[in-house]
């Protein structure tokens, strides 16, 4: 094998790239995902007022009379259960195969546009395809479930300041929690409804918050169960405790906007920068396009794009992580 071919370099140094993606995606899901973190310790506190090993063999019973949804995709999509919690979490009718069939009809689509349309070679065409295919649906996915999560955040308050007035009023907290489903509107609404039915169905008010807690996976909420779960062992006023919980998501909230006003500038400057190889390349093309033309039509020219393409997209992501803040 001749190493010194620009070809075989080229493709040496996009595996390269590849493996580099690879390992910073894994040393990121290891050792930067805070939410992983928050989510063991609101686990402990659960477990610790919760029963513990008697709801841990509850569980397991439950578990043994359930069938859980298999399909043959399984098999090929790695970590299937994860994906199909992060559907569940969008409130919307995706099921696992709409998702998967519209993974792979994106892939083909991009893939023969690019192929027939632009004119690229079959290893680029192929490598675009799965790239759109793969990216678009997990970023539309995504996109629902931070806007849904953003919007129960924001109601969050409301409705927990509507359970007080609940309490005060001599209401339970279930009739309190049912009033939440029938005055506020979507999503909270639709959450509490399905707390409100599960109750109805013959599960404990912890059961059913729980299950809640696990399908929305936001701390602000999480908070919330674990209140009344310790106000459900040892006692108090659960009204006060409402009324505190509430006040520290509304400084949160505000703390969150003092941060992304902080930090607007530096989206600005990212902004800037991730959009200058562009309009450079735009430029270019609109001044000479004989002389960008080879980027497009050369095999090695269309390698070298992908190349930088990728490059700029591992930028993109330091960057978004040098701005993203935990409140």
């Avoid at 399908?215 to 999480?222: A, M, V």
């Amino acid at each position: 094998m001749d190493f010194t071919n620009p070809t075989i370099v080229i493709i040496g140094i996009f595996i390269c790239v590849f493996v580099l993606i690879g390992i910073l995606a894994t040393a990121m899901g290891l050792v930067g995902d805070n939410n992983k973190i928050i989510g063991k310790r609101l686990d402990q506190i659960k477990a610790r007022h919760s029963g513990g090993k008697n709801l841990a063999k509850e569980q397991a019973k439950k578990a043994l009379f359930i069938k859980k949804e298999t399909s043959f995709l399984d098999r090929f999509i790695p970590k299937p259960e994860e994906l199909r919690d992060r559907l569940n979490k969008t409130g919307k009718d995706i099921s696992f195969k709409k998702y998967v069939s519209a993974t792979v009809v994106l892939v083909v689509i991009f893939a023969f546009v690019v192929k027939v349309i632009g004119g690229l070679s079959f290893m680029p065409a192929l490598m675009v395809g799965l790239f759109s295919g793969l990216f678009i649906p997990h970023v539309y996915v995504n996109a629902v479930i931070n806007k849904r999560l953003k919007n129960f955040t924001t109601q969050f308050p409301e409705a927990i300041d509507l359970i007080v007035r609940g309490l005060r009023a001599g209401l339970p907290i279930t009739e309190s929690i049912y009033a939440v489903s029938r005055e506020m509107k979507a999503p909270i609404s639709i959450e509490f409804g399905k707390i409100t039915d599960e109750i109805r169905l013959g599960k404990t008010m912890d059961e059913a918050l729980w299950a809640t807690a696990k399908r929305l996976d936001t701390p602000d909420f999480k908070f919330f169960v674990i209140s009344l779960s310790v106000q459900q062992e040892t006692g108090g006023n659960l009204t006060e405790t409402l009324i505190n919980l509430s006040e520290i998501l509304r400084g949160r909230t505000r703390l969150k906007l003092k941060i992304k006003a902080m930090i607007s500038e530096g989206k600005a400057s990212a902004y800037i920068i991730g959009s200058l190889p562009f309009l450079m390349c735009g430029l270019l093309s609109f001044m000479n396009f004989e002389y960008m033309s080879v980027m497009f039509t050369d095999p090695k020219g269309q390698i070298a794009l992908m190349g930088a393409a990728i490059w700029m997209g591992i930028g993109v992501f330091i960057l978004s992580q040098m701005i993203n803040f935990e409140v």
